[in-house]
């Protein structure tokens, strides 16, 4: 009889503490707007009220993000109720959504094969499934910075990561929105909704009470790897006439007297996800193809005789029939690429439009001593962080462009002239959030123009633009450069000509600093809210130490840069 009373008793104990469980589960779903009533038992009432506490904290903490009830919605089930929500466990179970949403949108666009995709269609759906492997990676890459010690260098690093997956959901878009078929509405549905979760991951990240830090700063060095040895970097800091084909590197010529007749043949053999050097030698010569680094073919070293001797051309651009993204003559998505005394071109001329000769969306690229010669959209800096010394870039309309952390210095900025009735402009930056740390810094560098421009210029026939806003928080600086007088006196531009309202000239940020040269006075220039005439710490979060994170990774290059600022 005991034993059946106390198994009675054990049994009623089980269904009352399940009981338990179950109303505090609801609780949790239910009780912002109908907070049940446990006020029989002292512990479920404790617990209750702890939990709305929490709720309340994430909450709050969603407040702040671009998506608040996407963010609530995917922090609030991760409630403990002996664990307060912070920022930090806040953003790893934000990140830990965005990656199984990404998961979901590979599948989708794993499938895409097997729909009705029409024609002009493919390329743009190609384009968001190589960058969205690219968003993939970089979510892992944050999670594994965020999951560890989180100072602020890992933090930092995530913040690019994070900044380079919601530009690759913008470049996605670009080329979906001239595309047309069925498949288009449940991509475009599926991608926007995905990378909401990558939005509220990096505004949490951006926070400063989670430790993370702007760039302003934020002096500090990358945990980056040593890549060079001894004679790869003897290699880098020599010159053509002084390499050694018989050593470790891969030679391309066009005569068949290296190894490969086309660096893609070299690209293609060179070992994948390599953590050493990669150094392809490209004798000189033309090579007339489209060459693709993807991400794993990481650290790539292509080393020319000459940036006028060594020359990769292609002639693909959007009036063709490309997208923008995919139009460029060398496209690199591999991590850690060098280039040096190579010279990139896209010949389809001013009347092909967007038509670009180098892509690079791979963080810690550097390129020295390389021309980049178009005319539309030369240079896509699309993403991550990339460094530019002693370059001469050559172009008409937004010829530098996208969104990176992208730095120049050293470099001949050359304006060409455009088709009748436009305009040259230099930059198009395409920030698209304030959490972005991504921006277009133009450092000690020439802004001249061809002979033809100046004198259009001078005329009054041809206008020539410092920059123009591609997206709302473009973010473009010119410090201790040298321009030419075809500048015009307003130095920058509106997106569009039209006279209506432009929110982006509240939000954006450009700047100039100790510029110099006839084009240089800054008494004329536009009056936006947003442009600014530096001081010398408003500049000075823009140089390489502040703006690039550090100088660990350039000084692997062996490639010469300016740490700050000139005295």
């Known amino acids: 009889m005991r034993c059946r009373l106390n198994r009675s008793i054990s049994l009623i104990m089980a269904y009352s503490f399940t009981l338990k469980i179950f109303l505090l589960l609801c609780s949790i779903f239910f009780s912002e707007s109908r907070p049940l009533n446990l006020s029989s038992s002292s512990s479920s009432s404790s617990s ?45 179970q934000s990140l830990q959504i965005a990656l199984s949403e990404a998961g979901k949108l590979s599948n989708l666009f794993s499938s895409a094969g097997a729909w009705n995709i029409v024609e002009n269609q493919r390329g743009a759906v190609q384009d968001c499934k190589d ?17 560890g010690s989180a100072d602020s260098t890992k933090l930092a690093d995530a913040r690019t990561f994070l900044s380079a997956a919601l530009t690759n959901k913008n470049t996605c878009l670009e080329g979906l929105a001239s595309a047309s078929g069925l498949l288009k509405p449940t991509l475009v549905n599926s991608l926007v909704a995905t990378y909401k979760h990558v939005s509220n991951s990096l505004s949490l990240l951006s926070n400063p009470a989670g430790g993370a830090s702007n760039h302003k700063n934020r002096r500090h060095l990358l945990d980056f790897p040593e890549w060079l040895s001894r004679k790869d970097r003897r290699i880098l800091q020599s010159s053509g006439d002084e390499y050694d084909p018989s050593s470790d590197m891969l030679v391309v010529a066009t005569d068949g007297s290296g190894n490969f007749t086309t660096i893609t043949d070299a690209i293609n053999f060179a070992p994948n996800n390599s953590l050493e ?16 680094i993807p991400s794993y073919k990481p650290n790539i070293v292509l080393l020319g005789d000459g940036s006028d001797v060594s020359v990769i051309t292609g002639n693909r651009s959007a009036a063709d029939g490309w997208t923008t993204f995919r139009s460029a003559t ?44 178009g005319y539309q959209d030369t240079l896509y800096v699309h993403s991550f962080r990339q460094f530019y010394r002693e370059c001469d870039i050559f172009g008409s309309i937004d010829f530098i462009f996208g969104n990176a952390v992208a730095l120049f210095q050293a470099c001949n900025i050359v304006s060409r002239m455009p088709m009748p009735g436009q305009f040259t402009v230099i930059t198009a930056q395409s920030r698209d959030s304030p959490d972005e740390d991504t921006g277009i810094s133009i450092q000690n560098c020439s802004i001249v123009a061809e002979d033809d421009v100046v004198s259009s210029s001078s005329s009054g026939v041809v206008k020539s633009y410092l920059g123009r806003p591609w997206r709302p928080y473009s973010r473009t600086v010119v410090m201790q450069s040298y321009m030419g007088e075809f ?5 920058w531009r509106q997106w569009s000509s039209s006279s209506g309202d432009d929110p982006s000239l509240e939000t954006l940020y450009f700047g100039e600093y100790d510029n110099d040269g006839p084009g240089s006075s800054t008494e004329d220039r536009v009056g936006w809210p ?21 100088d660990q990774w350039l000084q692997s290059t062996s490639f010469p840069y300016d740490d700050g600022l000139a005295v």
Request: proline letters at 3%.
């Open 131 to 147: 960058l969205h492997q690219i968003t993939l990676i970089s979510l892992h890459k944050s999670v594994s910075r965020v999951s």
């Open 48 to 92: 209750s009220s702890s939990v709305d506490s929490h709720l309340s904290a994430v909450r709050s903490v969603c407040n702040s993000t671009p998506y608040p009830d996407v963010c609530f919605d995917s922090l609030k089930l991760s409630i403990s109720i002996s664990i307060s929500p912070n920022i930090i466990s806040s953003l790893l």
């Open 330 to 373: 060398v496209a690199v998505s591999g991590e850690g690429f060098l280039a040096r005394d190579i010279g990139f071109e896209n010949r389809a001329g001013a009347g092909k439009y967007q038509a670009v000769a180098l892509r690079i969306n791979a963080d810690l690229a550097a390129v020295y001593r390389c021309s980049i010669s």
């Open 277 to 292: 050097r990669i150094i392809i030698y490209v004798r000189e010569g033309v090579y007339e193809e489209n060459v693709d």
């Open 530 to 550: 947003g442009y600014h005439v530096m001081d010398y710490y408003d500049a000075s979060n823009f140089t390489v130490s502040e703006f690039l994170s550090g």
């Open 487 to 491: 500048v015009d006196p307003s130095g």
